[in-house]
C-alpha cells in the first residue's frame, strides 16, 4: 500500500459527460502529480500541483482540469468526454514540489467512456 | 524533449533463467533514473533511483545500473512472481515529475 488513495477505481459514462477523479496524497506530501496512462501511449503526465498551486504543465488537454485543496487532497475533472479519454487515470505524491524525489502512486481510476 | 525508450517491449523468460532489461534516455540535466514495478490494473511501485553513471543499485534478484546513455534492470534467476510490466523513468531540469518509457512486459513462466 502506496498510503496515495484513488476514488473510485472505476468509472463508466457515456460520451459528452463530466466526472471527477479524486486524489488523498500520502501524510505529509505536499506534492500531488496526475498521470494518464492508455495501451497505446504508456504513462503521460499531465499536471503537478504543490502545496495548493499548479506546478508543470504536460500534455492536459483544454477539456480536463485540475485543484488542490487546503487539505491537499487533488480533484481531476474531465469533461466533455470522447471515446479516446477512456484510460487509467493515476495520481501520485511526493514530498517536495522538485529535487529527485521517488513518486507514490495511488491504484488508478479506470475510466471507460461509452 | 526528454526521451525514454525501453526495450524489448515484452520479455518471456523460464525460471531461473537470467536477463536485462534496458532503458536508453535523452535528457538534459538529468537529476534521476527510476525504476518502478507495475502489476495489471495497479499503480506502478518504486523499485530503485540511480543519480550518476557508474552507479549500482541491488535488491533481491533485481540490479539496476547506470550509464550515461542507458541503464539496465538485471534480473537474476527470475521467479514467476518476478512477473511484471517494469517502467524506467526520468526526472531532469527544474521539476520533480517523471518521464516515462514504454516498459517491457515480463513473464516468467515455472
Known amino acids: 500500500d502506496s498510503g496515495v488513495t484513488q476514488t473510485p477505481k472505476h468509472l463508466i459514462t457515456a460520451t459528452g459527460q463530466r466526472v471527477t477523479l479524486r486524489c488523498s496524497p500520502r501524510?505529509?506530501?505536499?506534492?500531488v502529480y496526475w498521470y494518464q496512462q492508455s495501451l497505446d501511449q504508456g504513462l503521460q503526465f499531465l499536471i503537478q500541483y504543490y502545496n495548493g498551486e499548479e506546478r508543470a504543465k504536460g500534455n492536459i488537454l483544454e477539456r480536463f482540469s485540475a485543484q488542490q485543496f487546503p487539505d491537499l487532497h487533488s480533484e481531476l475533472n474531465l469533461s466533455s468526454l470522447e471515446l479516446g479519454d477512456s484510460a487509467l487515470y493515476f495520481c501520485?505524491?511526493?514530498?517536495?514540489?522538485?529535487?529527485?524525489?521517488?513518486?507514490?502512486f495511488g491504484s488508478g481510476t479506470q475510466l471507460s467512456v461509452l | 524533449e526528454d526521451q525514454v525508450t525501453q526495450s524489448p517491449e515484452a520479455l518471456r523468460l523460464q525460471e531461473g533463467e537470467s536477463s536485462s532489461l534496458n532503458c536508453s534516455y535523452t535528457?538534459?540535466?538529468?537529476?534521476?533514473l527510476f525504476w518502478y514495478r507495475q502489476d495489471p490494473g495497479k499503480g506502478p511501485e518504486f523499485l530503485f533511483t540511480?543519480?550518476?553513471a557508474g552507479e549500482e543499485k541491488e535488491k533481491e534478484r533485481l540490479k539496476a545500473t547506470l550509464t550515461k546513455k542507458e541503464s539496465f534492470l538485471h534480473i537474476t534467476a527470475p521467479k514467476p512472481e518476478d512477473s511484471a510490466t517494469y517502467l524506467c523513468?526520468?526526472?531532469?531540469?527544474?521539476?520533480?515529475?517523471?518521464?516515462f518509457g514504454e516498459g517491457t512486459q515480463l513473464t516468467v513462466n515455472p
Open positions: 523513468a526520468v526526472q531532469a531540469g527544474s521539476g520533480s515529475r517523471l518521464t
Open positions: 501524510s505529509g506530501d505536499l506534492s
Open positions: 501520485a505524491s511526493s514530498v517536495a514540489p522538485q529535487g529527485s524525489e521517488k513518486l507514490f
Open positions: 535528457v538534459s540535466g538529468l537529476r534521476g
Open positions: 540511480l543519480y550518476s
